[in-house]
């Protein structure tokens, strides 16, 4: 068979196949830049961490964010019998205080008594909330009543955590279960915001985006070098520190 010597003809596409093939390369080119922003690693906005450890007496830490720097200490002091009440005098009390410099606790005076606020489930803890930085009763049991708002057997509520990450404010959550009476005090949970200036809702662990440290449980142990009052909580199967001695926040006390 002869081959045909002459110039090749070149078919030109109608525009409607023009039309076509230039949809399909938008629809294409769309899909893989949709499915580019699905491949991205999304950033987490809440960090919560499960705990169900009771305090310890003396002196404990929350470390919030697990950087390693101590944010907040707790005091529980017991001096009363098998009730928890002496016949005359203090009998428990339960406080906290913030460690760093900036970090705030949310708190309502009762009396002239500045008390740790007992934050409802679903509240905002934000810039609007009332923060403050000095020493908070959670609950003070005497003879003659508990002052402060954690004195129902058992309360359950949040305390407000204000702090700083890196010189910005960060805003979290913890949980406990608290008996005045008995002078006991169990840490239930905390969460807190990763971006900077944003409320948090009390007992939120799911945002837009979530980090849940589920396998960070903590574990009571007592420190071999330290007073036995001085408890320690320390970390779970992944490493993680949520409670924490730090020396130098003993310094002066």
Known sequence: MKRSSGPRKTTDLSKSVHQQLSMYALAAGAAGVSALALAQPAEARIIYTPAHKSLPHGYSYLDLNHDGINDFRFRLVVTGGSDGLLASGFANLL?????????????????????????????????????????????????????????????????????????????????????????????????????????????ATKGPDEVSLEGANATLTAPTHQPPSLGVLATGSRGLSIWRRKESALQGN
């Open 95 to 203: 406080t906290v205080e913030p460690v760093g410099k900036g970090n705030k606790t949310w708190f309502s005076m009762t009396g002239s008594l500045e008390c740790a606020y007992p934050v409802k489930q679903g509240s905002k803890i934000g810039p609007l909330a009332r923060f403050g930085g000095g020493q908070h009763y959670m609950f003070l049991a005497t003879i003659a009543g508990t002052m402060c708002r954690w004195n129902q057997r058992p309360t359950r509520a949040y305390l407000g955590l204000k702090f700083l990450i890196k010189g910005k404010v960060h805003y979290g959550w913890a949980r406990f279960v608290t008996n005045s009476s008995a002078g006991t005090a169990r840490l239930t949970g905390y969460a807190y915001e990763t971006i900077p200036g944003k409320a948090i809702i009390a007992g």
